[in-house]
């Protein structure tokens, strides 16, 4: 961090009224004086806050405070003098946590004052190397500029005992050490306990024999980091660093942009030399993450450049892909799509657009397959996430986004996480979160799994994969039982609650409990504790929408919310929490086949006009094809042409094998993509992408926040934007598509999609803006805040129904198979396998309980082979109790398990997403298809 | 830190669990980590009298705490011992009056007898010596604390008496007896 950076977050956090103020200020505002002139005090600043916010950034040095840390008080640089009155006695008070006092006189540089921080830094010194002019962070170190500040110019004390030969910790694949740099400061201890809550570092010893710990003494790579990088931004010096030497003043250019990882939407700043990639940081002043992110998104982004990009277009010839040029590929490609479209129709064609491409590239996709092609066929990997989110809350409320912000997170009472394991799959809210209930603060799990958040939780509810309908309507009849309900926002603001009611008190709560596994008082408690609360939150992940009645929880946890008035306020609110990084963008963007961009209904005659009309091209008036029924018509041969921008559907759709046999059908199946997929290699054309750090746009993270992504390097030679090559093809097939480039595609986009009114590219700014954004440019926090979109919210009730897979297989496969995230690697790890991340986290396990781990004699990290109605894999076993007996949890970053072989084509009944959440399977131990013990 | 233990299963005797019980207990609810310091003193005299990591995380799950939050405390303690000590641990009282009436001798002594230097142990795991700093018993220095208990006014014979009886099994308290009974 740059001295520059710190003096943008005061002026921005505290715009600066009236700066002095004359000796005679008003009798109402309060005031203290600075070298005798009063300046205006704010009720519970710090002294040190007051004096910069009057007086700037410089004027007291500081080595422990940080600007996303709380105040600590342990180097003393910051003492400033404190009078009662004016040049009356003072005491030395250390301005960082000592609140300012009215009437007080502070004298921040008196010569005493001077002295004292010289002798302080002096100290220091005796125990530092002096050999910045090859240190690391050399120029950008604060113990450096701070000596230089008090003017030390040489250490008075004799060479005494010292730490100078402390070893270096190079263990890691990302993070270092060298505590012979370490002044003591806890930085990166409070960095590890308050922005990450991870507990690794604390200061052991005592005295001299004081030094930073990494859990038991351990290395970084033996220790239970996580790689956050959080300590390595706090450190002042370069104790604690890392690999890519990110404070050193040798990455001068620097690019701001959006992490491609999930939908926090972390703000990332790159630095780069000669156009390479040399660190990532998190900017301070980021609204979304504050100085902080994850090892993703701060250090896993060696894939960039890794050798196996793909860097030429690949052509089908005598079954074999074999290098082409463009021009080649796109002759292939234009052949094809004119011969299906002519010989069958453009419904035989279809795309499926991709949640890790841009707004603009999306809106380019869904533009080409409707307007080019003349289709509806277009779908994106949100129908495998969050598509019940949406839908349910469309449903519910009349828009399928966050309600609120993650900055909400700071007013609310109370959070409920239903079906998310935001620690690993969220790492920046989920931090956020883990936070808040680590402060003993009102917190609901919901979740098959012990999760690293239902630890911390006041109530886990620990329920049967399967049942999240079930739960909720149990918790929904507490909360009308006890009178909990908000009766005045239901009776303003919502509709059909009394036969909502009625249907719920008839509920049979000896059969909810049983078939949900959680017992009835433990729901009693979370739903009184849920409802009571003057503010609640719930947040919800794939946990909720990935299984056959994911739309209907979807709606009953909105129903939650408006039965208690969690709605429309700081605070409160329905917060699914997005997957991947533009997952609300691709939807927003019209990646869907029943709406366009902007969600308008395409087989509604006005709205189809006017897409007509905006496209220049005739459109069907009715909807194409979801995902699942792309693969059901390619068997059926009603499909014959397949466009999948970066998308690897083979490795992670479900039910491998009939997706493989859908695509095998295929007369043309094209592939935009940045590494050879298992789907890539099936293509009959693969076109090499540029990553997100190649190009620009924008990405809309899960709080509705359109944030620029800034190219920070060009396009690796011999790859193109995805958006540049949708309108390569748009042009070739005769459509006059301009090149891709996002402030005119924004423009376009502002002009049809309504809640982009107000979107420019050039007043997106450094933290973009949340939508709607009105045509006045100004942005929207809170939804729902009047009235719905939908005017009223709707409840409606539905029953809890067994998944078809438990129905039909449960009895010959008696074990509940689901799946869980690692905070290691992202989806199938195309990208984050090929970083350092695979190095921390090298394979994929299969969570067991003890007890099933007895009756089948399965070992800790011995390999089990597992068994559903559709396939078998070995995996390795990890014995835990984080599982319930009867349930199995693995992870799915490593597609070569073939965990897909297992999932079935059983999809939720109103969105169609994948049911992943559920499979029957039966376990028994390994014949050895792989030795055990493998890796570790 | 040492490892250690990593063979045995770590878990007090149901007596010192009952102990721990009523420790926690003293503290208002949500404070329970302001048990930390008597356990780890239990813990130290059940476990070898030292505190391994394992040791250390079971002291930590008993109070639903980070063990790092443990690590720092015991690390900051010159009475607990992070490494494998001895039956017998000598802590021999090294400032101004113990020292000034003759520390240094019973130390070099000490040394000599045991053939070990400070803050070692002897190869039959029977003594580890150690020096501290002052134990509040100045009028009787110089003196020596083994186990909990204090040997005053030492002479080289004095020394060597107690060196000779702490090699005898009865008349050699544990500091297991000593915390109990003395503290609890």
């Known amino acids: 961090m740059t001295h520059v950076k710190e003096k943008d977050i005061t002026a921005r956090k505290t715009p600066d009224t009236a700066n002095t103020l004359s000796g005679n200020a008003a009798t109402d505002v309060k005031v203290a004086y600075i070298d005798n002139k009063a300046y205006e005090v704010k009720d519970g600043e710090t002294i040190l806050s007051f004096i910069r916010r009057h007086l700037g950034h410089d004027l007291v040095p500081t080595l422990c405070d940080a600007p996303n840390l709380e105040p600590f008080g342990s180097c003393r640089v910051c003492s400033v003098d404190v009078a009662l009155t004016e040049n009356g006695n003072v005491k030395t008070q250390a301005s960082c946590h000592t609140p300012v006092m009215a009437n007080s006189y502070i004298y921040p540089s008196s010569e005493r004052i001077q002295k004292l921080r010289k002798n302080i830094i002096e100290l220091v010194l005796t125990d530092h190397p002096l050999d910045c002019l090859t240190c690391e962070v050399n120029n950008n170190c604060e113990l450096q500029t701070v000596a230089a500040k008090v003017g030390i110019r040489k250490v008075r004390y004799p060479e005494g005992k010292n730490h100078l030969d402390r070893k270096k910790d190079m263990s890691h694949p990302y993070m270092t050490s060298d505590f012979s740099k370490c002044i003591n400061c806890f930085r990166c201890v409070r960095a590890c306990d308050e922005v990450q809550g991870q507990f690794v570092l604390s200061m052991a010893g005592r005295g001299f024999e004081s030094h930073i710990i990494k859990s038991s003494e351990v290395s970084f790579k033996e220790s239970d980091c996580v790689s956050c990088g959080a300590c390595a931004q706090a450190c002042p010096t370069s104790a604690i660093s890392d690999v890519f030497e990110s404070k050193s003043v040798a990455n001068v250019e620097k690019t701001r942009t959006v992490c491609t990882y999930c939908g926090v939407g972390c703000n990332l700043e790159v630095a780069t030399i000669g156009g390479k990639i040399k660190s990532i940081q998190a900017p301070y002043d980021a609204e979304v993450n504050g100085g902080h992110t994850c090892l993703k998104g701060r250090y896993a982004f060696g894939f960039y450049n890794h050798q196996d990009r793909l860097k030429t277009p690949l052509v089908r010839k005598n079954g074999e892909l074999v290098p082409a040029t463009w021009n080649e590929a796109y002759d292939y490609i234009e052949k094809e799509l004119k011969r299906i479209k ?595 | 830190m040492n490892t250690g233990h990593t063979q045995q299963e770590i878990k007090f005797s149901d007596e010192s669990l009952e102990l721990v019980r009523n420790i926690i207990a003293r503290y208002p609810q949500g404070k329970q980590k302001s048990a930390l310091l008597p356990l780890l003193h239990l813990a130290q005299a059940e476990f070898d009298g030292w505190l391994s990591v394992p040791v250390m995380d079971y002291v930590a799950s008993l109070l639903s705490i980070k063990p790092i939050e443990v690590y720092e405390v015991a690390s900051f303690y010159t009475m607990f011992n992070l490494k494998p000590v001895g039956k017998c641990l000598i802590e021999v009282c090294q400032t101004s009056s113990c020292w000034l009436l003759g520390a240094e001798d019973i130390i070099k002594h000490l040394e000599k007898k045991l053939g070990i230097k400070v803050g070692e142990t002897t190869k039959d795991g029977m003594f580890t010596l150690k020096t501290v700093e002052c134990l509040g018993s100045c009028g009787t220095a110089p003196m020596l604390m083994c186990g909990a208990q204090f040997h005053e006014n030492l002479t080289i014979e004095k020394v060597d008496t107690l060196l000779t009886d702490l090699k005898t099994e009865g008349k050699r308290k544990t500091y297991l007896d000593e915390v109990k009974i003395d503290k609890y």
């Open chain 1, 342 to 936: 002519s010989d069958f129709g453009p419904d035989y064609i279809a795309g499926i657009s991709s949640a890790r491409c841009t707004n603009e590239e999306n809106y380019l996709m869904q533009k080409f397959i409707r307007a080019v092609i003349g289709t509806n066929n277009i779908d994106a990997c949100a129908r495998v996430c969050h598509s019940p989110t949406a839908l349910g809350m469309q449903r519910t409320f009349g828009t399928g986004a966050a309600t609120n912000s993650i900055i909400d997170l700071k007013y609310t009472d109370c959070i409920m996480v239903i079906g998310a394991n935001p620690t690993d799959g969220h790492p920046v809210t989920g931090a956020k979160l883990k936070q808040f209930a680590m402060k003993d603060k009102p917190s609901i799990v919901i979740d098959p799994r012990r999760t690293e958040l239902a630890k911390y939780a006041t109530v886990h509810l620990q329920l049967r994969p399967g049942t999240n309908v079930a739960l909720l309507n149990m918790m929904l009849y507490y909360i009308i039982k006890e009178g909990l309900e908000d009766k005045q926002f239901i009776e303003s603001r919502t509709e059909g609650y009394e036969d909502f009611k009625n249907e719920i008190l008839k509920l049979n709560i000896d059969e909810m409990e049983r078939v949900t596994g959680v017992n009835r008082e433990l729901v009693r408690k979370a739903a009184i504790i849920y409802a009571s609360a003057n503010n609640a939150m719930s947040f919800h992940g794939l946990g909720v929408t990935e299984h056959s009645q994911g739309t209907f929880t979807v709606m009953l946890i909105a129903d939650l919310a408006m039965i208690t008035g969690n709605i429309g306020r700081r605070g409160v609110g329905v917060n699914p929490l997005r997957g991947q990084n533009n997952v609300q963008g691709t939807a927003d963007m019209g990646c869907q086949p029943h709406q366009g961009a902007g969600y308008l209904d395409v087989t509604n005659p006005e709205y189809h006009k006017k897409y007509e009309a905006f496209y220049h091209a005739k459109l069907p008036n009715y909807a194409g094809y979801k995902i699942p029924q792309m693969y059901d018509a390619a068997l059926n041969g009603k499909l014959k042409a397949l466009w999948l921008m970066g998308e690897d559907n083979v490795q992670t759709d479900p039910n491998t094998n009939h997706v493989r046999a859908a695509l095998e059908q295929l007369d043309l199946l094209v592939v935009q993509e940045i590494f050879m997929t298992e789907t890539a290699k099936m293509a009959h054309v693969v076109l090499p992408a540029s990553s997100f750090l190649e190009k620009s746009g924008t990405f809309t993270n899960g709080e509705r926040r359109i944030q620029r992504v800034n190219a920070v390097v060009k396009p690796i030679e011999g790859t193109k934007p995805d958006g540049q090559i949708v309108a390569d093809i748009m042009n070739r097939m005769g459509y006059k598509q301009t090149d891709y480039d996002p402030k005119t595609l924004l423009e376009e986009i502002s002009q049809i999609v309504p809640f982009f009114a107000g979107v420019k590219w050039d007043e997106l700014g450094d933290n973009g803006k949340q939508w709607p954004v009105l045509p006045d440019g100004s942005d929207t926090e809170i939804l729902h805040t009047e009235t719905f979109k939908r005017g009223k919210g709707k409840f409606a009730y539905n029953d809890w129904r067994e998944s078809e897979e438990l129905v039909t297989n449960g009895r010959e496969f008696p074990y509940i198979l689901t799946t869980n995230r690692e905070l290691e690697h992202y989806n199938a790890g195309t990208m984050t396998r090929r970083t350092g991340n695979n190095e921390i986290l090298t394979e994929d396990v299969l969570m067991i309980n003890p007890e099933d781990a007895k009756t089948h004699a399965i070992k800790n990290g011995e390999m089990v082979c597992v068994i559903s109605a559709r396939g078998k894999i070995d995996v390795k076993a990890k014995v835990t109790d984080e599982v319930l007996p009867g349930i199995l949890s693995s992870t799915f970053h490593f597609p070569e398990i073939k965990m897909n072989d297992l999932t079935s084509s059983i999809a939720d009944s109103e969105a169609l997403c994948p049911e992943y959440k559920v499979v029957a399977v039966n376990i028994r131990k390994s014949k050895g298809k792989y030795k055990t013990g493998k890796t570790s």
